[in-house]
């Protein structure tokens, strides 16, 4: 399974944007790349996902590097409620499991 | 209406019971899992069902056995619990295996096993 490394924890203030990076060295041309979160008590959440361009939805952007050897989630205006534990992953077009790293635990000050 | 939706959300007992946590999804989709989150907060796939069909079993051991009655349905049967199988089990679904579509989990089942 190719491998991601991200922060172990990262900090913000609420309202402010957040950059949360995530390296993918080894990635092939199929894999996706998939962000999840995981709010506190509850299940992992869908965020976004991406292959090649950058994507936005209601919740956060992408940014994929052109090389695909790293990408960003960003969460242009953080609330108190985006804390949580933030999953890059590499999803093999093809393959039936996502893979889950350790994450990134965001905080959020008020 | 919950997508994914798990039953019991906590369960505590003895070693060596046999348990059963029920996971349903209304999203008609084909394909189900189940992840385990240790205490260290690792989440790792045991199983994935397409259509009622066992797709992955990721070395789980055979205390543990799933059961697709259809596939809306992916119930996790454990016998003979053993202190290691204390964790956090999420259910998951997804429209169909290998695609690049997102996965739905539930919200967990907290197990303990004293």
């Known amino acids: 399974d190719a491998k991601t490394t991200q922060p172990n924890s990262m900090e913000s203030n609420e309202e402010e944007p957040v950059h949360l990076p995530c390296n993918h060295s080894?990635?092939?041309?199929?894999?996706?790349i998939h962000w999840y979160r995981q709010l506190p008590s509850q299940g992992p959440e869908y965020v976004i996902h991406g292959l090649t361009s950058n994507v936005n939805n209601r919740m956060a952007s992408l940014a994929i590097a052109e090389d695909r050897k790293s990408s960003t989630l960003i969460l242009h205006r953080a609330t108190l409620r985006d804390a949580a534990v933030y999953y890059c992953?590499?999803?093999?077009?093809?393959?039936?499991?996502?893979?889950f790293g350790q994450g990134t635990r965001l905080t959020i000050n008020p | 209406d919950t997508a994914v939706s798990q039953t019991p959300k906590y369960l505590v007992t003895q070693m060596g019971n046999d348990k059963s946590i029920k996971c349903e999804q209304n999203?008609?989709?084909?394909?189900m899992y189940w992840y385990k989150q240790d205490s260290k907060k690792f989440l790792k796939i045991m199983f994935s069902y397409n259509n009622k069909e066992l797709i992955i079993n990721e070395t789980v051991p055979n205390r543990f056995s799933p059961k697709s009655p259809d596939k809306a349905h992916l119930n996790l049967h454990i016998n003979s619990l053993e202190l290691g199988d204390s964790a956090v089990y999420f259910c998951?679904?997804?429209?169909?295996?290998?695609?690049?579509?997102?996965?739905?989990f539930g919200s967990g089942t907290q197990l303990s096993v004293l």
């Open positions: 080894t990635i092939s041309g199929t894999d996706y």
């Open positions: 999203l008609g989709h084909d394909t």
């Open positions: 998951a679904s997804s429209p169909t295996p290998g695609s690049s579509e997102k996965l739905f």
């Open positions: 992953i590499l999803h093999l077009y093809g393959a039936q499991k996502l893979v």
